[in-house]
């Protein structure tokens, strides 16, 4: 059973440029989130699928942000015209909507930097 | 407004020993879970405990314990036996669960140490 995957880890790009992200959910989940970390920071949410469906966008997702999840599998997160202030860890979860309690089970992050 | 709070400075703890980390909370949702991760210096939240608002009682994993106090609005985190492998932060989060919501809200985290 593999876990939350994503890449890169690691993205330094400069202010301008649009960076895209993936994420790989547990298999058989059907719910994939996206959260920030910044640092000295816990995550803060920013957009959440069921199977294919965007359901719900934090007011943090500007609209430099968009995630797709085309086939309910993996995701993407890009960010466009990327500012200084994107610099950050994004997280990417996954959790199944058989579990009650749907906690959710995170990936090792992608850090960006953006000079 | 923070709907979690930690406020704990960073913790020492001698190895072997428990170490309890403070969570509380604010919400008006009567529907609500209570999560706890860890996240060690490679980064990546690891899942460790749940308590949901209408648990009778303390959820407990392994060496992990939740002080569930509801009236108090505390979720706080014991870790018995600590081990160096312990020395992370630690993340409360909640997820107010009325309204199909299904965000995390986190708190700022609990830096520990555990030292030999």
């Known amino acids: 059973d593999t876990g939350v995957s994503q890449n890169p880890r690691h993205k330094i790009t400069k202010r301008g440029q649009n960076v895209t992200f993936r994420c790989d959910p547990i298999?058989?989940?059907?719910?994939l989130y996206w959260y920030r970390q910044t640092l000295g920071q816990g995550p803060e949410f920013l957009t959440y699928f069921q199977n294919e469906a965007q359901l719900e966008k934090s007011r943090l997702l500007s609209d430099r942000f968009s995630a797709e999840r085309p086939k309910g599998s993996f995701s993407t997160l890009e960010i466009q015209r990327t500012e200084q202030g994107d610099s950050a860890m994004y997280l990417c979860a996954s959790s199944i909507t058989s579990v009650p309690s749907y906690e959710q089970y995170f990936g090792p992050g992608t850090r960006l930097t953006v000079t | 407004a923070q709907k979690i709070t930690q406020t704990q400075p960073g913790m020492f703890v001698q190895e072997k020993e428990a170490v309890t980390l403070d969570c509380t909370y604010d919400t008006s949702d009567p529907s609500y879970g209570l999560f706890w991760y860890k996240q060690p210096s490679s980064g990546e939240m690891i899942f460790l405990i749940y308590q949901g608002s209408y648990d009778q009682q303390n959820a407990t994993e392994g060496r992990y314990s939740l002080n569930f106090q509801k009236a108090r609005k505390s979720a706080n985190l014991v870790i018995s036996a600590s081990q160096l492998g312990d020395s992370a932060m630690y993340f409360c989060?909640?997820?107010?669960?009325?309204?199909?919501?299904?965000?995390?809200?986190f708190g700022k985290g609990n830096q520990v140490v555990v030292i030999p």
């Open positions: 989060a909640m997820r107010e669960s009325s309204y199909g919501n299904n965000r995390l809200a």
């Open positions: 298999s058989e989940h059907n719910r």
